[in-house]
């Protein structure tokens, strides 16, 4: 289904001329052009290969930081640049031996072109969260879902119902192992009580 709906909505984004290409995928304006090459994706299976990372949660953590807190291209792959052209350093991947690493020559215009891709427009995020509790729709979101199930509206200032027993947290605590209580509630801006932390007992 995701396969079918994701080639339609590119025809359909054709149709409407949303849709640029450049150099060797020219071609691709005719309509008749992009069908044929869109062709062979209906007959693919669309399956996601997704298994543990080797080096663990830290390594995706760097990995993906790499692609959201940097830009499209390091000042050290520049290597000369004026009015006419640029020349940087790219790795070709499909060489499986020996020096990957050889120099691209663009138009100026041309580089500047493809470095523009990588900046988003206006309104858009790096990084985004989705779902019914995104930042930008939370609280509309919220509101309307409370309105749908006939709940009512949460006040900020209501003080925690002090009858509740309190809860346990799965996590155990990590000095002594034992269970973890939550002992105070508080709302956003209200300040908790001034509690001594608990002494630890001597070993």
Same mark, same amino acid.
Not at 31 to 39: E, G, Q, R, S, V
Not at 48 to 56: L, R, S, T
Not at 171 to 179: F, I, R, W
């Given at each position: 289904?995701?396969?079918?709906?994701?080639l339609?909505g590119?025809?359909?984004?054709?149709?409407?001329?949303?849709?640029?290409?450049?150099?060797?995928?020219a071609?691709?304006?005719d309509?008749?052009?992009?069908?044929?090459?869109?062709?062979p994706?209906?007959?693919t299976?669309?399956?996601?290969?997704?298994?543990?990372?080797?080096?663990?949660?830290?390594?995706v953590?760097?990995?993906?930081?790499?692609?959201?807190?940097?830009?499209?291209?390091s000042?050290n792959?520049?290597?000369?640049?004026?009015?006419?052209?640029?020349?940087?350093?790219?790795?070709?991947?499909r060489v499986?031996?020996?020096?990957? =690493? #050889?120099? !691209?020559?663009?138009? *100026?215009g041309?580089?500047?072109?493809?470095?523009?891709?990588? /900046?988003l +427009?206006?309104g858009?995020h790096?990084?985004?969260?989705?779902?019914?509790?995104?930042?930008?729709?939370?609280?509309s979101?919220?509101?309307?879902? =409370? #309105?749908? !199930?006939?709940?009512? *509206?949460a006040?900020?200032?209501?003080?925690?119902?002090?009858? /509740?027993? +309190?809860?346990?947290l799965r996590?155990?605590?990590?000095?002594?192992?034992?269970?973890m209580?939550?002992?105070?509630?508080?709302?956003?801006?209200?300040?908790?009580?001034?509690?001594?932390?608990?002494?630890?007992?001597?070993?």
């Open positions: 289904m995701f396969r079918r709906l994701f339609e590119l025809l359909a984004l054709h149709r409407a001329g949303g849709l640029s290409f450049f150099g060797k995928l071609a691709l304006v309509p008749d052009a992009f069908a044929t090459y869109l062709a994706l209906r007959k299976e669309w399956v996601v290969y997704a298994k543990p990372p080797f080096g663990g949660p830290d390594a953590l760097a990995y993906l930081s790499r692609y959201t807190h940097r830009v499209a291209i000042n792959r520049l290597i000369s640049a004026d009015a006419n052209t640029v020349a940087f350093q790219w790795k070709d991947y499986k031996t020996g020096d990957r =690493r #050889s120099v !691209l020559r663009l138009a *100026t041309e580089f500047i072109r493809r470095f523009l891709v990588h /900046v +427009p206006d858009f790096r990084i985004r969260h989705y779902g019914l509790l995104a930042s930008s729709t939370r609280k979101n919220i509101a309307k879902a =409370r #309105s749908l !199930l006939g709940a009512e *509206t006040k900020p200032d209501d003080p925690p119902n002090a009858d /509740v027993i +309190p809860l346990t996590e155990p605590c990590p000095d002594c192992d034992g269970p209580r939550i002992i105070e509630t508080f709302h956003r801006g209200q300040k908790p009580q001034t509690r001594a932390p608990p002494r630890r007992q001597a070993a």
